[in-house]
Nanobody, 126 residues
């Protein structure tokens, strides 16, 4: 079992920045791929970014060049640096992990992730 706790959400003006954190406990963090997903009101949850256990990185087109995903295995924490935020980035952001045995492909498939955090709200005002 892996417990994930997100933090760092909040209210920011358009063009601003936020850094989300995803603290994990329960297993060896380096054995897991980390994904970030978001869900806006009235919309389905969508992929944002992922960092595989072996170092592969993937981004949604909508956040490419604005968001940066990273991880610190020693601290068992994943991060999502969000710059140049737009009102359409407003959503609940959740992190998730999946074991290395799931491989490094289909990082954008939320159905392949085993454990999820509770989410943190990000609101971008215009």
């Amino acid at each position: 079992q892996v417990r994930l706790v997100e933090s760092g959400g909040g209210l920011v003006q358009s063009g601003g920045s936020l850094r989300l954190s995803c603290a994990a406990s329960g297993r060896i963090f380096s054995m897991y791929s980390v994904g970030w997903f978001r869900q806006a009101p009235g919309k389905e949850r969508e992929f944002v970014a992922a960092f595989s256990w072996r170092g592969d990185i993937d981004y949604a087109d909508s956040v490419q060049d604005r968001f940066t995903i990273s991880r610190d295995n020693a601290k068992a924490t994943g991060y999502l640096q969000m710059n140049s935020l737009k009102p359409e980035d407003t959503a609940v952001y959740s992190c998730a992990v999946r074991l290395y045995s799931s491989g490094s492909s289909n990082l954008n498939d939320q159905n392949t992730y085993e454990f999820w955090g509770q989410g943190t709200q990000v609101t971008v005002s215009s």
